[in-house]
């Protein structure tokens, strides 16, 4: 970090760079938690499932490329093992133990809604104090979001469906 930045600081950056090095974990975590998810999936709206999936795994690798980039600016380390993602992870990995696109969906927005809590707890830390890493946090925190809504989407989509399906049968 340049000698500006230094003196701007308004932060206990050793507690910034724990939280920077606990979301970049959970990026990893959700990265393997959406890759893996896109893999098994089974039922309904798979095809289109699998591919939002992966489409937000490729997100979340891109959020764990930034977390890494800003915690070096920062002089910090990432989390070089990925024995330690786990431990310092607070959004835990949840392995599809059920492929079932229903159950999928639901593990991961429960994933995205803690990715949320987090990135909001980094915007707020650095709002008016480090605003590259807000920037950074704020970013993530709309895509979060995004993932967010989209999920429910998904869960909406095939609940209707369902209703559906029983009317007409019952109309049969």
């Not at 938690?33 to 309904?44: D, H, I, M, N, R």
């Not at 959004?91 to 593990?107: D, F, G, I, K, S």
């Not at 809590?117 to 925190?141: M, N, P, V």
């Amino acid at each position: 970090m340049g000698k500006t930045a230094v003196e701007i600081c308004e932060l206990d950056y050793n507690k910034l760079l724990e939280l920077l090095n606990e979301a970049y974990a959970e990026e990893w975590l959700a990265y393997y938690q959406y890759w893996l998810g896109a893999k098994l999936a089974t039922g309904a709206m798979r095809t289109a499932v699998e591919a939002e999936f992966a489409e937000h795994a490729d997100e979340e690798l891109e959020h764990a490329e930034m977390l890494a980039a800003r915690i070096i600016q920062l002089q910090g380390t990432p989390l070089i093992s990925p024995a330690d993602w786990e431990k310092h992870a607070g959004c835990r990995y949840l392995p599809p133990q059920n492929p079932c696109t229903v159950a999928l969906l639901e593990q991961n927005l429960a994933s995205e809604r803690c990715a949320v809590h987090r990135y909001r707890q980094i915007c707020d830390l650095c709002h008016g104090k480090d605003y590259e890493t807000f920037e950074i946090a704020r970013k993530i925190l709309h895509d979060e979001l995004e993932h967010e809504q989209e999920l429910e989407d998904f869960l909406a989509d095939i609940e209707h469906e369902k209703i559906c399906r029983e009317k007409h049968k019952d109309n049969k």
